[in-house]
């Protein structure tokens, strides 16, 4: 296994509720990176959290929030659920300064928005 | 935008023969990645080759970079089935705190 889990690993959700995704980095990384997976597509960079704090974001809205713990977990949590917000969610996490020697993801947790 | 964008979309090849996908992006970058996913699971870091290098090889995988045309390719030589999957490139901006995923090649190896 690649060292990174994530929980749940299926969710369904009505629109405008809330939700928080959870990511267990590997022992060791701590820069941990979001993103956001529809079908058919590419990942797409939510944002990135490096020792607790928030050091890049993608054109997501304020209504998707992180957190970063000093045990190397973090949470994703979207906040007013909608339609297009259904997507697979995948945490990635790396070494120290970014991912210059390549993430190691989780297998994801995948978001049904009803 | 940043992101990498892979040609061709999709590829259907037999066992044994080779494939190659490309990618391409757009602004100057510090490295670039390749990865794999199988069947909209986590995706599977591959290969990673800096901006001052021009080939990489891993097993069966060889990996080529032109930065003066903003293109990298990947190669799976005598492919299997289980290679059957989705591959995607990775660029940074020229920073490490953001990467850009393509839409992928998806790749289907024919027994």
């Known amino acids: ?114 | 935008s940043q992101q990498g964008e892979e040609d061709p979309q999709a590829l259907s090849i037999q066992e044994g023969e080779n494939a190659t996908m490309n990618c391409s992006y757009k602004t100057s970058i510090n490295n670039l990645q390749w990865y794999r996913q199988n069947s909209g699971r986590g995706l599977v870091h591959l290969i990673l080759i800096r901006s001052n290098e021009r080939e990489k090889h891993s097993g069966r995988l060889r990996v080529t970079l032109d930065t003066s045309k903003k293109s990298s390719s990947l190669l799976i030589t005598a492919s299997r089935a289980a290679d059957t999957a989705s591959y995607f490139c990775a660029t940074d901006d020229g920073n490490f705190n953001k990467f850009y995923f393509g839409s992928g090649t998806k790749l289907n190896v024919k027994p």
């Not at chain 1, 369904?12 to 993103?35: A, F």
């Not at chain 1, 959290?49 to 045990?71: A, D, K, M, T």
């Not at chain 1, 297009?84 to 947790?109: H, R």
């Open chain 1, 1 to 114: 296994e690649t060292g990174v889990t994530q929980s749940p690993t299926h969710l369904i959700k009505t629109r405008g509720q809330q939700v928080t995704l959870r990511c267990s980095s590997q022992s060791g990384h701590n820069t941990v990176s979001w993103y956001q997976q529809a079908l058919g597509q590419g990942p797409q960079f939510i944002f990135q959290y490096y020792r607790e704090e928030e050091n890049g974001r993608g054109n997501f809205p304020p209504r998707f929030s992180g957190l970063q713990f000093p045990n190397y977990s973090s949470e994703l949590n979207v906040n007013a659920l909608e339609l297009d917000d259904s997507a697979l969610y995948l945490c990635a996490s790396s070494l120290e300064g970014g991912p210059i020697y390549g993430y190691t993801f989780g297998s994801g947790t995948r978001l049904t928005v009803v």
